[in-house]
């Protein structure tokens, strides 16, 4: 069995396809020039519960996979809430 690629956090702008403000990338990939490490305490805060995210989905007019866990549930509102407050013409 081959050895797993060492990976490192780094921060990230929120987005539709990347909801959280932090992608993994290989080690190797990671340019300080460029990236910016993402520490732990850096977690996102976010204390609403599912029933929350349900009704904050459901206003924004989401679909929400069924079976949605609730960090996907969370990415998926947060990436929406984040493009709702980007000017016209960044949308």
């Known amino acids: 069995m081959a050895d ?3 990976t490192v956090r780094i921060k990230h702008e ?3 396809e990347f909801g959280k403000p932090v992608l993994e990338i290989n080690e190797s990939d ?3 020039e460029i990236h910016e490490l993402y520490e732990d ?3 996102d805060d976010d204390t609403r519960t599912v029933a929350e995210l349900k ?3 459901e206003s924004l007019k989401l679909v ?3 079976g ?3 960090a996907e549930l969370l990415a998926l ?5 984040a493009a709702a407050k980007m000017p016209a013409g960044f949308k």
């Open 4 to 6: 797993a690629c060492k």
């Open 14 to 16: 929120p987005s539709a």
């Open 30 to 32: 990671f340019d300080p």
């Open 41 to 43: 305490d850096d977690e």
């Open 55 to 57: 009704a904050a989905a």
């Open 64 to 66: 929400v996979p069924h």
């Open 68 to 70: 949605a866990k609730k």
């Open 77 to 81: 509102v947060q990436a929406a809430e």
